[in-house]
């Protein structure tokens, strides 16, 4: 027998080498050209920095959690999917993978998912074609040998109640409900399913929002803050990637030659200079914590993002695009999805008297000619109606153009009839144009059948019933309706589709945007607001009653809540309401050219253009048929 027989029998009886997770992606993980932009063999070369956050899920690697708080564009989820793609095939065990709503996980199941199984042969060996026979391969359910991967919703508890699970991935945190159907957080409910496992491991991964509601940052916070440190290549000084060093000539449009300048030396570098950077940086921990925790948090920024994807040049003419129409809206976005930064809102409460004062050029029911689209939001109380009209226009500035209470038991017809000649009326533009209101959102806290009946007789395209959700945790200004029953003695009579809307959130902004001044050259800036000059005292109180309050939760995050300071606030409500109604419409959306066209295209409801009548000061009431 030979020596080289002997060495290839003993080499046949060595084990295979074990491979970490970072490895195991380098080896097996392919990218689909259904899903990916750089279709191919995963090369984790391309963006070193996720190298250690992917080997953190290695067996052998003692941290259960690891958080994630990141920019867009740097590969985050891919990260994640190369963890369950680890652990379907060298360490199968039950997994789950949760997204913001069961919607958003079928379509990633569907358009990113999916094709990775396809084009990965080791996985594609283990998990049965979706079009096969094979019940094991379901949208939102894989299963393979030894274990299964369930993708959920945070909107549904009974999708977080399932079997147990080791491995745990929470994408989108921060657009995550604070509340799940009363039975509290959805990432706690998810977590739950780990606690049978002595070796669990949970990724949290998400890019921020609001500094007073972002789950991911007080996550973060709570962890040793790791930052990738990058060399300079002139001076080889190690530092973070911060934007107050990223150089450009904001006089350029776009810009093309962005640069960033060391911190130390000041040399300018070139964006060419980046991947031979990233491939040399190194995580490091900038706080204190326990020496035993197993959680471990990272920090990203779009800053970091390989060549080809999103350069310097890119952040910089987004930046600009901001603050060159001071957008905060788009400031927001900027420092929340490119910077992976929460947004650091001004919540002062506006005083009330300057507001007031501020009043003028136009009286109720006129519209001034920057207006494009009226909504309206409406507060149900027992005894009345509380409706506010708002004119939007580009930029999101607003006017308010009719504040009115309608008085009567909201659980009898007359007051609805009320409502809906309301919802009929026409407001003239000084050109000629007569709006009607394009859409309302109506609160369904109170008499919540009564506001669903109404919102299903006049259409969706007309009214919505909206349910507020406030907390730490809700950080988004809208949620994918839901279908709801409505019910009649204790009978379903039908559905309609139910809005969940961020009140934090949309307060949080209304705020911000009453404190706003006019520009250096009286110019309205983006999102600000004006008010009729007959509008009394009593309206600017209530728009101005509420206070952001910070208080420990039991787990020791900050949580933060609206508190009234005054017993009146349905102005306030009626606002956040009506702003709901407009995003819902999607003006968030709106570039210049949408909302010329909305200028042009003038709304008015069918009731209000086959009945003139309805300006008139005592119009007949028709009888009802709403109930």
Known sequence: MTWETIVGFLDGLRPPRRLNPSEWADTHRYLSSVAAAEPGRWRTSRTPYLREIMDRFDPYDKTEEVIFMKGAQIGASET????????????PCPIMYVMPTEGTAKRNSKMRLDPMIEASPTLKDKIADIKSRDKGNTIL???????????????????????PVRVLLLDEVDAFPQDLDGEGSPVDLAKARTRTFANKKIFQLSTPTMEATSRIAAEFSQTDQRFYFVNCPFCDHAQRLVWDNVRFNKADDPVTDATYQCEACAEHIAERFKPGMLARGTWVPTADVDAHTRKVGYH???????????SWSDAANEFLKATRKNDQNALKVFVNTVLGETWKEKILVPEYDRLFERRGGYR?????????????????????IEVEVVGWG????????????LPGKTSEAPVWDDLRALLNETFERPDGARLGIYRMA?????????????????GASRAVPIKGQSGSTQSVMLRP??????????QRTGTTMLWNIGVDILKTEIYGALNLSLGPDGDDPAMYCRFPSDYDVSYFKMLTAERLVARKNPRGFTAYSWEKQQERNEALDCRAYARAAAAIVGVDRWEAANWKAAQAAVFAPPAARREAATDAPKAKRRKSNFW
């Open 80 to 91: 994640a999917f190369n963890v369950v793609g680890y652990f379907v095939d060298l360490d």
């Open 394 to 405: 580009e930029g999101l500035r607003s006017w308010s153009i009719d504040y009115r209470v």
């Open 364 to 384: 109720t029911r006129e519209v001034p000619p920057g207006v494009a689209i009226l909504t309206a939001g409406a507060d149900v109380q027992d005894d009345r």
């Open 481 to 490: 309706p839901q279908s709801v029953h409505i019910m009649q003695n204790g």
């Open 300 to 310: 990203l920024s779009s800053l970091y993002s390989p060549l080809g994807w999103y």
């Open 141 to 163: 359910q894989k299963d393979f040998p030894g274990g299964t991967l369930i993708l959920a919703g945070a909107n549904s508890a009974s999708g977080l109640r399932s079997v």
């Open 442 to 458: 109506i609160d369904s806290g109170y008499n919540t059948n009564h506001v669903y009946q109404f919102c299903r007789t006049v």
